[in-house]
């Protein structure tokens, strides 16, 4: 074949061109000229090859270099992550609109003027105090226990850390919390607290029992934080704090005048306005969107606020089908849709999924929401059988789903997720639990973690209110008998005026 081809290519130079300019190529000359061509395409294919191999690879290197920003990009970044950090502080804010239907609905009606009226007194009073001291407690440098810089926000720099985020607008997101802890503990003391004692307990609260608890797991340096226990967004800090601390009010104070429990032949006073309750859930419901995707403090970690937020939602729809269907089973209202029931249930699910929203998958959002429903119907039965006297389910909701929800990040950490921060996601060391071949290590230090703040905000709190309880009237925590009994109730007697004209 190769020798065919030669004589061809002799035929073809012996030919007479009808170009009187052409050359005539001598052998040697057709043979450099037949290799330069083959060589040119083989080098041709290679180039061509080797650069669809190459230049995706540089331009998606260059685009996915998310480690690397000029400083503009890092102003726009940190302008984008505080926006989001704000309006996630807007929508916690915007859930004691929800705290003070759910408090009054499920009230007495004598009791409604008193419940609005302690809600936005502890956020005024809230405010003041955590600008002041709490927030220099909670989140300035100090020691493992206690922060001790930043009071009255002088001296703190513009920036929170390495988060990017003036120290302004980290303050007003935490403030939201600090004041979502404080309207809790009033939840359980419904009905038979008097309103100065509500200052006392108030100032206690939210001046030095959260901020210096919260600063263990939170603040820079805590010794539950080194120690290795995580809450991403506060079942523990925020919910258990506030449950706990509710606990132990409501001992302190006893049940209210005529209330009649269940082993006792009597059960939970019906809820004055159920339509004010469910509304107010719906509005706390919303609010957590600001609670738990807020808690990135990046807008850069899209995959992160998505996946909270999925989980939140699911966790909320699990817990309050499985509080509703254990109450049409087993509740005192037997083969009744309990509508009380389920509203708690949809807040336990969205307390437990709010520390390891940002870790688990959508099935462990799911699992946890369920049990939290679980937990939170048996827990309201325990508290009945003790004679605990709490009123709208605080102590269930946020202190015993607030501790499941800690625990189980221990449990269903699905091994993907690290931490996010202003750039976005870590996951080079993602968090992993028992459930998912992580062993039991993160699962004992959350329940350690948990049960120290357990037993720290119960102890304190329960001389706290033990102390104010002690005082003379009207500062005394316990209201005069008088203002329960009398037809006006707390709202006449402790306001000068009804909820509702006649």
Known sequence: MFSATLTNLRQLGQRKSPNPTAIKLTKAEKWKMWFTIVFAKVLGVFLVVTAMKMIPSMIASTANAQEVYTPHE???MNTANTIWTLVAAFLVFGMQAG??????????KTETVNVLMECLFDTCLCGLLFWAIGYAFMFSEGNQYIGY??????????????TGIPVIAHWIFQYAFADTCSTIVSGAMIGRTSFRGDILYSIGITGFIYPIIGHWAWGPGGFLATYGFWDFAGSTVVHTIGGIASLAGAIVLGPRIGRVFKRD???MPPAHNLTLGAV??????FGWYGFNPGSTLSAVDMQGIGRIATNTTLAACSGGMVAMYLALWFGSTKGKFDLPFTVNGVLAGLVAITCPCYWVSTTGAVLIGAVAGLVVYLVTGLLEY???DDPIGAVPVHGAAGIWG?????LFACGKYGVTGPTGADNSAPLKGLFYGGGKDLFVKQVVGN?????ATFVIAFILMWVINKLPNPWRLRVEAEAETNPGGLDVFEHGSPAYSE
């Open 149 to 162: 810089h930043w009071f009255f926000l002088q001296g703190a720099p513009e920036t929170y850390l390495t």
């Open 386 to 388: 003790l004679r605990i």
């Open 74 to 76: 890092t102003v726009l």
């Open 280 to 285: 107010g859930a719906f509005i706390l419901w």
């Open 99 to 108: 705290f003070v239907m759910l408090e009054a609905g499920f009230a007495r």
């Open 406 to 410: 800690t625990w189980s990040l221990g």
């Open 451 to 455: 049960l120290t703040i357990v037993a």
């Open 265 to 267: 032949g009597g059960g």
